[in-house]
């Protein structure tokens, strides 16, 4: 037990409620279609920023979201399996490039041992 209290540090496992989020989607005939990430250990994950601004500085201007409640986002994504929400994410992997990184070998060249 603490005998100290920090009212602006709370316990990492009391999470206060995120309230509305700006979520991002895809657009497509049907309607907004969820996105859903994974972290970086492959676990699959819904995704919400507090404000439209880190939304744009995340994943880019022209990604489109809509706004929901913390609530609406979770139930949209509990009968996926997807229990985790990750409210204002900052590390991303950057865009798939489809320029080769490397100059391709003639598919005759021998193989060479390391």
Do not use: H, K, N
Not at 7 to 15: C, F, I, R, S, V
């Amino acid at each position: 037990m603490c005998l100290f209290s920090y009212a602006e540090d709370p316990d990492p496992d009391e999470q206060a409620p995120a309230g509305l989020l700006f979520v991002p989607v895809r657009t497509e005939a049907a309607g907004p279609v969820l996105r859903v990430f994974c972290t970086p250990l492959g676990e699959r994950t819904a995704v919400g920023f507090s404000r439209r601004d880190l939304l744009t500085a995340t994943l880019g201007a022209g990604q489109p979201a809509i706004p929901l409640a913390e609530a609406a986002l979770r139930a949209l994504t509990e009968p996926l399996g997807i229990d985790r929400l990750v409210v204002d994410p900052v590390l991303t992997a950057r865009a798939v490039s489809t320029r080769p990184v490397y100059a391709a070998e003639p598919a005759d060249a021998p193989v060479r041992a390391l």
